[in-house]
């Protein structure tokens, strides 16, 4: 079992950073992929950035690219995601997620994670 515990959301005007953090409990973090993904009210859980077992790859959304940085300190059994240049489209509430398997294909889907947090929410003004 992996619990996730995000922070670091809240409410930020448009152009302004924010830094997200997870924590994952459990002495195998660096053996899982992580991802962050987001949703906004109404809409569907989407995928915003994923970082592989070492950090060495990472993928992202195309709208975040850019802008967003994904990084993990796997001393620390913590993954990040720095977001600039915050935009009110950016509003969602932002849940981390575990890839146990650990494979880097760059997994974008809900489905390919095993484990999610509770959720942080961030909230752009402009």
């Known amino acids: 079992q992996v619990q996730l515990v995000e922070s670091g959301g809240g409410l930020v005007q448009a152009g302004g950073s924010l830094r997200l953090s997870c924590a994952a409990s459990?002495?195998?973090?660096?053996?899982?992929?992580m991802g962050w993904f987001r949703q906004a009210p109404g809409k569907e859980r989407e995928f915003v950035a994923a970082?592989?077992?070492?950090?060495?790859?990472?993928s992202y959304q195309n709208s975040v690219k850019g802008r967003f940085t994904i990084s993990r300190d796997n001393a620390k059994n913590t993954v990040y995601l720095q977001m600039n240049s915050l935009k009110p489209e950016d509003t969602a509430v932002y849940y981390c997620?575990?890839?146990?398997?650990?494979?880097?294909?760059?997994?974008?889907?809900?489905?390919?994670?095993?484990?999610w947090g509770q959720g942080t929410q961030v909230t752009v003004s402009s």
């Open positions: 997620a575990a890839d146990i398997d650990g494979r880097w294909f760059a997994p974008s889907r809900t489905g390919d994670y095993d484990y």
């Open positions: 459990g002495r195998t973090f660096s053996s899982y992929t």
């Open positions: 970082t592989s077992r070492s950090g060495g790859s990472t």
